[in-house]
């Protein structure tokens, strides 16, 4: 019963991708066309060196200096009231990000709005935004599986994450362990640079303990919810 829910998943959102023969490409960077080519194709991508290595470093320096300023606060488990701090089920300390905190911030935060829009045009996501956050995992903390929507609101489509840890070695552990449906489970090191993307409602996903600190930046493009317009629709009974 599942398959055939990821597979309606699947349609609603990727089915209309273009033939590049009749949309010529040329302007996508290979990184972003291998991104939309593996989202299509399967429903996660692993890229290395998404990020400059300047560019990662000045992000790697911002997100340790807010850990060592107290900038970064204990990550919450649900949606606003209902959610709660449950540091074995999720360990990680987080900040939003704001567009201009930084020069480096804006200039990530234009690398992703590239993406947004390479993913819009080339299969018809309809992401209008994008939230982000830095997330410190202490030696130790862990994210038990888990997928990246919440409970009653369905806006969030695209996982991003991009991992910000020089000199990142499998003995560190720490890995992202995604379990693609019908497909074998997958541990992807954060290593500095690499990014991994998703599709949120599809993709069981958990973050592993690590033996030193582990650093990202994690974010979601969303859709406008398509809850209320979905219910008075015909053929989409709520
Ligand atoms: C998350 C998450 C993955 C990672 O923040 O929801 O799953 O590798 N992060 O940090
Ligand atoms: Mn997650």
Redesign the pocket.
Same mark, same amino acid.
């Given at each position: 019963a599942r398959t055939v829910a990821r597979h309606r998943h699947f349609r609603d959102y990727l089915l209309l991708k273009p033939d590049s023969s009749a949309y010529p490409d040329a302007t996508i960077d290979a990184p972003l066309r291998r991104i939309i080519d593996d989202l299509h194709d399967r429903g996660w991508s692993e890229q290395d060196g998404f990020l400059s290595p300047a560019l990662m470093h000045a992000l790697e320096t911002e997100c340790m200096a807010s850990a060592k300023n107290g900038m970064l606060a204990m $990550?919450r488990v649900g949606l606003g009231a209902t959610s709660s701090l449950q540091p074995a089920v @999720?360990g !990680?300390r =987080?900040q939003w990000l704001e567009a201009g905190q930084s020069e480096a911030c804006s200039q990530f935060l234009a690398i992703i709005e590239a993406l947004r829009t390479a993913l819009n045009r080339e299969l018809f996501l309809g992401l209008h935004d994008y939230e982000g %956050?830095f $997330?410190f +995992?202490a030696p130790g903390m862990s +994210?038990q599986p888990?997928l !990246?929507r919440f409970r009653g609101d369905d806006s969030r489509t695209v996982?991003i994450?991009v +991992?910000l840890n020089p000199a990142w070695l499998p003995e560190h552990g720490? $890995?992202?362990r995604l379990h693609p449906e019908g497909a074998a489970t997958r541990d =992807?090191l954060?290593i500095g640079g690499r990014t #991994?993307v998703f599709l949120s409602a599809d993709m069981l %996903?958990? #973050?592993l303990p690590a033996t030193r600190d @582990?650093i $990202?930046i994690?974010g979601w493009f969303r859709r406008r919810a398509m809850r209320a317009p979905l219910a008075g629709a015909r053929n989409h009974p709520a």
């Open positions: $990550a @999720r !990680d =987080i %956050h $997330a +995992y +994210y888990h !990246d996982t994450t +991992y720490g $890995a992202l =992807i954060p #991994v %996903h958990e #973050v @582990r $990202a994690t």
